[in-house]
């Protein structure tokens, strides 16, 4: 069984940072595809950020420049640093393993919320 376990959310002003976390236990972390999801109220869920084991990263648009994904399998987390957020970034963020196209894991998410 894989468990996901989101930290890093909270509350920042526009223009600020966070780093989010996620760590996975109870399976072979470094064979899978590790994606950054986010929904917000209202709004459907969306794709932000993904790296795959041999590291190759992916963006969504909306946040190309701003946020990196980064992992380390030592650790076995998976890593997004935020920056320059805008209020639009705020939603609950979820952490995705994906082992095959048809076997992914789900965390619980963390909530981001960047207001004045």
């Known amino acids: 069984q894989v468990q996901l376990v989101e930290s890093g959310g909270g509350l920042v002003q526009p223009g600020g940072s966070l780093r989010l976390s996620c760590v996975a236990s109870g399976s072979i972390f470094s064979i899978a595809t590790m994606d950054w999801y986010r929904q917000a109220p209202g709004k459907q869920r969306e794709l932000v950020a993904g790296?795959?084991?041999?590291?190759?990263?992916n963006y969504a648009d909306s946040v190309k420049g701003r946020f990196t994904i980064s992992r380390d399998n030592t650790k076995n987390t998976v890593y997004l640093q935020m920056n320059s957020l805008k209020p639009e970034d705020t939603a609950v963020y979820l952490c995705?393993?994906?082992?095959?196209?048809?076997?992914?894991?789900w965390g619980q998410g963390t909530k981001v919320t960047v207001s004045s």
């Open positions: 790296i795959t084991s041999g590291g190759t990263t």
């Open positions: 995705n393993a994906k082992y095959t196209r048809r076997l992914d894991y």
